[in-house]
């Protein structure tokens, strides 16, 4: 399933900036991944090596294994994926989320699982409410402008025909970060052709953001080894 969906992102701390971008993503059943036409496939491909864990295995299996860590065994339930697909051998996913299910169906827990522009990845484990919304703290070093600190609180009701993702960085009592991605049911792969080059465009848009709050002399926060 693809969703065709706008992407914000607004920063509220030194400077008052905001860029939309649209954009397509992708829902998948980990047990189901695709089966797309052979002229599509170098344009949606889904591997183990662009997420947690370890790229001999599956995406499932590495997800599996990071429930067991936090005490969850979902015994085989559905776990629905939204993420980017590699394309030309590229693919960078800022955010990947993971619906995950029991094996009556039950929604058990949201895997948030964050990218940096530096290779590096973190999950975050949501316990969300009825309306899907959970709060977490801020763990994981994402933007040179932005320090490891804080919480974030994010809604991630399950997906239907409408996709709505929000996410709201709160730092010393306000927030300083947010981004949103709605958007609705697409037909097919109409949009890989309407948006080529798709997970290419998302980096250089962020490094084209991350270039203009430099320019206007933010204050860089350095990146811990740790």
Not at 182 to 196: A, F, I
Request: glycine residues 8%; charged residues 25%; proline residues 5%.
């Amino acid at each position: 399933m693809i969703y065709d969906v706008v992407i914000t992102h607004a920063r509220r701390e030194l400077i008052d900036r905001a860029f939309s971008h649209r954009a397509y993503m992708w829902l998948v059943d980990l047990a189901e991944l695709p089966r797309l036409p052979w002229w599509a496939r170098p344009f949606a491909k889904f591997e183990a090596r662009d997420h947690l864990g370890s790229p001999s295995r599956t995406i499932r299996e590495n997800l599996d294994e990071w429930l067991a860590g936090h005490g969850i065994d979902l015994g085989g339930g559905q776990v629905l994926m939204l993420a980017n697909a590699r394309v030309l051998g590229y693919v960078f996913n800022p955010l990947s989320v993971y619906w995950c299910h029991d094996a009556s169906g039950e929604l058990v827990c949201v895997a948030a699982e964050v990218h940096n522009t530096y290779g590096g990845r973190h999950c975050y484990l949501l316990r969300t409410d009825d309306k899907g919304r959970a709060s977490v703290d801020k763990e994981f070093y994402v933007s040179p402008f932005l320090e490891v600190d804080g919480h974030y609180v994010m809604k991630m009701p399950k997906p239907g025909d409408q996709l709505s993702v929000t996410i709201a960085l709160r730092q010393n009592g306000k927030t300083t970060f947010s981004a949103t991605m709605k958007g609705e049911r697409s037909s097919g792969l109409r949009m890989l052709l309407r948006r080529p080059l798709m997970p290419q465009r998302v980096s250089a848009l962020i490094r084209r953001h991350g270039i203009a709050l430099y320019l206007r002399r933010i204050p860089i926060i350095p990146r811990s080894d740790g």
